[in-house]
């Protein structure tokens, strides 16, 4: 059974900082491709960021050079370091793995950038 534990989040200013972490159980994120994705109120769930199992990234546009998406292999965590924060970037955001056509999400973690 696959069972992603998301943590971090919260509320920072605009330009602050926040990583989010992502641990897994029944799978090795060393494995699967993992993604972190986002989805604001009204709006789409969209990919923010990717790693793939041999650590090459992409990354979402309006991120790129702000987020940075990395694997701890020996803690089977996936974290996304989010700096230079906007408030364009609130949204719930949730890791994701889909190994064999099975998705599975974390449970979500809010992140409010705001003044």
């Known amino acids: 059974q696959v069972h992603l534990v998301q943590s971090g989040g919260g509320l920072v200013q605009p330009g602050g900082s926040l990583r989010l972490s992502c641990t897994a159980s029944?799978?090795?994120?060393?494995?699967?491709?993992t993604g972190w994705y986002r989805q604001a109120p009204g709006k789409q769930r969209e990919l923010v960021a990717s790693?793939?199992?041999?650590?090459?990234?992409n990354y979402l546009a309006s991120v790129k050079g702000r987020f940075t998406v990395s694997r701890d292999n020996a803690n089977n965590t996936v974290y996304l370091q989010m700096d230079n924060l906007k408030p364009e970037d609130t949204a719930v955001y949730y890791c994701?793995?889909?190994?064999?056509?099975?998705?599975?999400w974390g449970q979500g973690t809010q992140v409010t950038v705001s003044s």
């Open positions: 994701h793995v889909d190994p064999a056509g099975n998705d599975y």
């Open positions: 029944g799978i090795r994120f060393s494995d699967v491709a």
């Open positions: 790693i793939l199992t041999r650590g090459g990234t």
